[in-house]
C-alpha cells in the first residue's frame, strides 16, 4: 500500500537552531499538506501545496517557518529559528487532487526543542 | 476560526461495552470525517461521511452526519483491546479544498 514517507521520526534541536523535516507524498499526488500536531490537541494546517503552488499558508508563521515543494513532489518545511513552543508532531498528508478522496498521512516528525 | 469540540476528552471502558463520542461545530461542514490516531504515528482514517443524515458503518464502527451539518457522532460497539488509541473527528469546510479542520480527540482506553 502507498505511503506519504516522513523524515526524520523523531529529532531533537537546541532553541534557536534550524531544522527541517522532508516529506514524500504519493507518486502522482498533486496535492500536499503540512499539519501541526501539539499534544494532546488534534492537527492543525499549517500550508497546502497544489503541485509547486501554495494554495493556503493563512495558518504558518512566516516569520520563522518556510516551506517548499520545488518540483512539485517531494516538500520541505524549514523552522528557524527553533523556540520552546514549536515543540509538536509535524505531519504531512497527501492526496490526489486537492480533494478528500485518498487523503493520507505520514507518519510524522516529532520534534522536540530543548 | 472555526473550531470543533469533541467529546468526551478521554473514557476508560471494560472490554465488550459500546463505545460513543461525538463532535459538534459552530459552523456548517460539508463533510465529516472520524480518525484513529495511535502513538507516534498519523491519524488513520475509518469513516467519511458526505452527507447530512447519512449513517455509515465500518465494522463494529458506526457513524452518523448530523441533519443540522454542524455535529457527527462515532459509535464503537464490542470494544476489544486494539480499539485503544485517540479518536478525532474532522470537518471539511467547503469546497472541497481538503483543508481539514479536526476536534482534539478523544483517548480511549479498553480495559480486558
Known amino acids: 500500500e502507498a505511503e506519504v514517507a516522513q523524515s526524520p521520526r523523531y529529532k531533537i534541536t537546541e532553541k534557536s537552531q534550524a531544522v527541517a523535516f522532508w516529506c514524500d507524498p504519493i507518486?502522482?499526488?498533486?496535492?500536499l499538506y503540512w499539519y501541526r500536531q501539539i499534544l494532546g490537541q488534534g492537527p492543525e494546517l499549517l500550508v497546502q501545496?497544489?503541485?509547486?503552488?501554495?494554495?493556503?499558508d493563512s495558518q504558518l508563521p512566516k516569520d520563522r517557518f518556510s516551506a517548499e515543494r520545488l518540483k512539485g513532489v517531494d516538500s520541505t518545511l524549514k523552522i528557524q529559528p527553533a523556540e520552546l513552543g514549536d515543540s509538536a508532531m509535524y505531519l504531512c498528508?497527501?492526496?490526489?487532487?486537492?480533494?478528500?478522496?485518498?487523503?493520507?498521512f505520514g507518519s510524522g516528525t516529532r520534534l522536540t526543542v530543548v | 476560526g472555526q473550531q470543533l469540540n469533541q467529546s468526551p476528552q478521554s473514557m476508560f471502558i471494560q472490554e465488550g461495552e459500546d463505545v460513543s463520542m461525538n463532535c459538534t461545530s459552530s459552523?456548517?461542514?460539508?463533510?465529516w470525517l472520524w480518525y484513529k490516531q495511535d502513538p507516534g504515528e498519523g491519524p488513520v482514517l475509518l469513516i467519511a461521511?458526505?452527507?447530512?443524515?447519512e449513517l455509515t458503518s465500518n465494522g463494529r464502527l458506526t457513524a452518523q452526519f448530523g441533519i443540522t451539518r454542524k455535529d457527527s457522532f462515532l459509535n464503537i460497539s464490542a470494544s476489544i483491546p486494539s480499539d485503544v488509541g485517540i479518536y478525532f473527528c474532522?470537518?471539511?469546510?467547503?469546497?472541497?479544498?481538503?483543508?481539514?479542520?479536526f476536534g482534539q480527540g478523544t483517548t480511549l482506553q479498553v480495559k480486558p
Open positions: 498528508a497527501s492526496s490526489p487532487s486537492g480533494g478528500l478522496y485518498g487523503y493520507t
Open positions: 507518486s502522482g499526488h498533486a496535492t
Open positions: 501545496f497544489q503541485d509547486e503552488s501554495v494554495v493556503d
Open positions: 459552523s456548517i461542514f460539508n463533510t
Open positions: 461521511l458526505y452527507k447530512a443524515g
Open positions: 474532522a470537518g471539511s469546510d467547503s469546497g472541497n479544498t481538503g483543508k481539514l479542520i
